[in-house]
């Protein structure tokens, strides 16, 4: 299952980890399907750590952001829930040690890390983009909780 991200910076695609999370995927999907993160702008991003988007609406799923998994580590272009129970999210620009455990891994970029490095060398002041980082439209790609909706994925 994957998602993409058109941003204003080149396209992400992702890859959703829905075995390990499906709460925090669940959630971040049912968001992109709303068109919750078209137009949202980076709110922070720090050379070496993570660039972080913002939602437009809550989570739909209380659970998301606590499927934390010792064996999910963060990693150069995974993706991440900002908080439980929010649909923020966060893209790890290095190895984050001190964030395994504590936060919700729930997918990594399979596609455009080199949009990513764009993301970590625009430049930035007090760790907010200068020049706007945009999320213009995502796009999924397979959505197995919109088939088991409808009663083909059990």
């Given at each position: 299952?994957?998602?993409?991200?058109?941003?204003?910076l080149g396209r992400l695609k992702i890859?959703?980890?829905?075995?390990?999370?499906?709460?925090?995927?669940?959630?971040?999907?049912?968001?992109?399907a709303q068109d919750n993160y078209d137009?949202?702008?980076?709110?922070?991003?720090?050379?070496?750590?993570?660039?972080?988007?913002?939602?437009?609406?809550?989570?739909?799923?209380?659970?998301?952001?606590?499927?934390?998994?010792?064996?999910?580590?963060?990693?150069?272009?995974?993706?991440?829930?900002?908080?439980?129970?929010?649909?923020?999210?966060?893209?790890?620009?290095?190895?984050?040690?001190?964030?395994?455990?504590?936060?919700?891994?729930?997918?990594?970029?399979?596609?455009?890390?080199?949009?990513?490095?764009?993301?970590?060398?625009?430049?930035?002041?007090?760790?907010?983009?200068?020049?706007?980082?945009?999320?213009?439209?995502?796009?999924?790609?397979?959505?197995?909780?919109?088939?088991?909706?409808?009663?083909?994925?059990?």
């Amino acid at each position: 299952m994957s998602v993409s991200l058109d941003t204003s910076l080149g396209r992400l695609k992702i890859q959703l980890f829905y075995d390990e999370c499906p709460h925090g995927c669940e959630n971040f999907l049912a968001q992109c399907a709303q068109d919750n993160y078209d137009g949202i702008k980076a709110k922070r991003s720090e050379k070496g750590f993570i660039i972080q988007f913002p939602s437009k609406a809550p989570s739909i799923h209380p659970e998301s952001g606590v499927e934390t998994r010792p064996t999910i580590k963060h990693q150069r272009g995974t993706i991440s829930l900002t908080k439980p129970g929010g649909s923020g999210f966060y893209f790890a620009y290095a190895r984050q040690p001190d964030l395994d455990g504590n936060k919700t891994v729930f997918g990594r970029i399979i596609e455009g890390l080199d949009v990513l490095d764009k993301m970590e060398e625009a430049q930035t002041e007090n760790n907010k983009p200068v020049t706007d980082i945009t999320i213009d439209d995502t796009e999924i790609h397979f959505n197995p909780f919109a088939l088991r909706s409808v009663g083909q994925l059990k």
